[in-house]
T-cell receptor, first 114, second 114 residues
Framework: GENVEQHPSTLSVQEGDSAVIKCTYS??????FPWYKQELGKGPQLIID?????GEKKDQRIAVTLNKTAKHFSLHITETQPEDSAVYFC?????????????FGAGTILRVKS | TAGITQAPTSQILAAGRSMTLRCTQD?????MYWYRQDLGLGLRLIHY???????GKGEVPDGYSVSRANTDDFPLTLASAVPSQTSVYFC?????????????FGPGTRLTVL
């Protein structure tokens, strides 16, 4: 089955700097890759996603890149702010036969120091 | 709009006892999911339902059961709790069970089994 690995497990950056979180997946049939943000005491919330027919997607300060050949995808946050501090999860959908089921990475705790 | 609600917020349960975690959504979403979140393991899918009247097993279904009698409710039952079921449980829903549908998460239930 699909396996998603996420690195680093924790990341501390200075306010204004960029943050990058990387994930690898094992199943080449995976075709949908969302990123979720979880604030303390809350459930995860979708912040951006990318499908396998696109190499990059951007939404204001956040962007996601996908390398299908290498089977990895990354989340980039620019000009980080204290409110970006949270746990971030990457996920992969193993393919259409799996419906909308997701396999999640272990998460990255991002701390933005002001 | 409430979105997804979960009850209880937290619970301490003696090993061997049964418990039902409740999940209700008011978005008329067809698909619903139960995940458990453990430190270092991310979110793992327990059971899912693509539409009322149907359910399916996720990655870690053992020891759990679900039912989907109507669109809005998706209860998760632990028939005989064990300490390894200590976790934070999240319910989620998406408009459809097809690939790429945003999953909306509830606030979670923190369960401790002693």
């Amino acid at each position: 089955g699909e396996n998603v690995e996420q690195h680093p497990s924790t990341l501390s950056v200075q306010e204004g700097d960029s943050a990058v979180i990387k994930c690898t997946y094992s199943d080449s049939a995976s075709n949908y890759f969302p990123w979720y943000k979880q604030e303390l005491g809350k459930g995860p919330q979708l912040i951006i996603d990318i499908r396998s027919n696109v190499g990059e997607k951007k939404d204001q300060r956040i962007a996601v890149t996908l390398n299908k050949t290498a089977k990895h995808f990354s989340l980039h946050i620019t000009e980080t702010q204290p409110e970006d501090s949270a746990v971030y999860f990457c996920a992969a959908n193993p393919g259409p036969e799996y419906g909308n089921k997701l396999v999640f990475g272990a998460g990255t705790i991002l701390r933005v120091k002001s | 709009t409430a979105g997804i609600t979960q009850a209880p917020t937290s619970q301490i349960l003696a090993a061997g006892r049964s418990m039902t975690l409740r999940c209700t959504q008011d978005m008329r979403h067809n698909a619903m999911y139960w995940y458990r979140q453990d430190l270092g393991l991310g979110l793992r899918l327990i059971h899912y339902s693509n539409t009322a009247g149907t359910t399916g097993k996720g990655e870690v279904p053992d020891g759990y059961s679900v039912s989907r009698a109507n669109t809005d409710d998706f209860p998760l039952t632990l028939a005989s709790a064990v300490p390894s079921q200590t976790s934070v449980y999240f319910c989620a829903s998406s408009l459809t069970g097809s690939v790429g549908g945003e999953q909306f998460f509830g606030p979670g239930t923190r369960l401790t089994v002693l």
